[in-house]
Nanobody, 115 residues
């Protein structure tokens, strides 16, 4: 059974940094693509960044130059490094893992950026 868990969220002032982690039990990130999504209150969920099974990555234009996605295959963990945070980055951040068979979501971690 696959279990996806996000961590690292919290409250930070504008301009600060956070690093989110996504760990998945029961699936290998060597064979999966992983994406970070976020959802602000009252808004639709939006993709923030993705990293493919081969390691190629990309980020949304809204976070380009501030957010970086990376992974540690040995720890089966994907990271989202968030710098220069803005109040509009506030939301629940979710990790999405896509395998050849199925898509899995974590429960999310709250990020709050105060002005």
């Amino acid at each position: 059974q696959v279990h996806v868990v996000e961590s690292g969220g919290g409250l930070v002032q504008a301009g600060g940094s956070l690093r989110l982690s996504c760990v998945a039990a029961g699936v290998s990130f060597r064979l999966s693509s992983v994406s970070w999504y976020r959802q602000a209150q009252g808004k639709e969920r939006e993709r923030v960044a993705s990293i493919g099974s081969g390691g190629s990555s990309n980020v949304a234009d809204s976070v380009s130059g501030r957010f970086t996605i990376s992974r540690d295959i040995a720890k089966n963990t994907v990271f989202l490094q968030m710098n220069a945070l803005k109040p509009e980055d506030t939301g629940v951040y979710f990790c999405k893992v896509v395998t050849t068979m199925k898509t899995y979501w974590g429960q999310g971690t709250q990020v709050t950026v105060s002005s």
